[in-house]
């Protein structure tokens, strides 16, 4: 048994006919067949069948198996080589949620800049789930990315770097603008620039408003907290976010929540347990542990 076998096996599975398989790998219908048969030989049993030439193969019992187990292992076989290729590198892949980003990239790219690493450091922004997915599959060998409660993986290593608390933005000529700390019946009926959907800031607002029975009055779905805060220095409603993340101008002021309301954004580093870092790989990772975000 090896890769190419099980790759052919799989084909035929998904498939269900030669021609199709010998086509996609552009070799001999006789190849195919012969892979085949030392599978079924090796197992000592049937693994696909077919009523006539011309029909469509039928996956057994047994083939149903080894196709499950097969797609892992080719997917193993992969990672594998991704890993082998990557592990000489003097290259390390980082990967930034659009939160992270904002808040930890640029104090990412002063710190490897002083330490000369930056030239070979890649970096993406993508939102965390598909960080974490990229990571899962060797794409990225480090993630910051921010949940509002701290991750726990059996296949990710998984560093809490700091907390971030959610506040409100407001114009400084909104009455709310002058107290010292929001409760959420402050926002009852208060016009709100809100993120879009499903994004972590408009998770935290919806939680936020739903232990007070309170109903958000969003006028305004905003795809970034940068337009959040550009359309409070308008005066066109007050923001929901997350502290630390967008400058404000001039007449915009951050309001904390109320201690007892209070939901914190968690900022984490992920690193694949099955991960084996080179020196240069490792002393990357290992800056990333110790930088601090500044005020």
Not at 15 to 42: C, D, H
Not at 100 to 110: K, M, N, Q
Not at 156 to 178: D, G, W
Not at 219 to 244: D, K, M, P, W
């Amino acid at each position: 048994m090896n890769e190419r076998d099980l790759k052919y096996f799989c084909s035929l599975v998904e498939t269900g006919n030669y021609t199709a398989t010998a086509k996609q790998f552009q070799v001999t219908q006789p190849a195919i067949s012969v892979a085949l048969k030392r599978l079924e030989t090796k197992y000592a049993t049937k693994l696909l069948t077919q009523s006539n030439h011309r029909a469509r193969l039928v996956t057994t019992s047994a083939g149903q198996v080894l196709y499950i187990k097969a797609r892992h292992l080719i997917k193993e076989f992969t990672q594998i080589e991704l890993e082998v290729q990557h592990a000489s590198d003097q290259k390390v892949r980082l990967g930034f949620s659009h939160i992270a980003g904002g808040i930890w990239l640029p104090r990412v790219i002063e710190a490897f800049a002083h330490h000369h690493l930056l030239a070979s450091v890649t970096t993406e922004v993508a939102i965390s789930e598909q960080l974490l997915e990229q990571l899962r599959n060797h794409k990225l060998d480090a993630a910051i990315f921010s949940t509002l409660q701290p991750m726990q993986s059996d296949d990710l290593q998984v560093f809490q770097l700091e907390t971030h608390p959610l506040c409100v933005l407001a114009n400084i000529q909104q009455p709310i603008s002058r107290l010292r700390m929001i409760e959420a019946t402050d926002l009852q009926q208060l016009p709100i620039i809100a993120r879009l959907p499903h994004s972590l800031p408009r998770t935290a607002l919806t939680r936020y408003c739903s232990r007070s029975n309170v109903q958000p009055k969003i006028i305004y779905e905003a795809h970034s907290n940068q337009l959040v805060e550009r359309l409070v220095a308008r005066n066109l409603g007050i923001g929901f976010v997350i502290n630390g993340s967008v400058a404000l101008s001039p007449n915009v002021v951050k309001i904390p929540l109320k201690p007892s309301q209070s939901i914190d954004c968690y900022m984490q580093l992920a690193v694949r347990k099955s991960f084996l870092p080179n020196d240069y790989q490792t002393r990357c990772i290992d800056l990333l542990k110790e930088i601090k975000v500044q005020e």
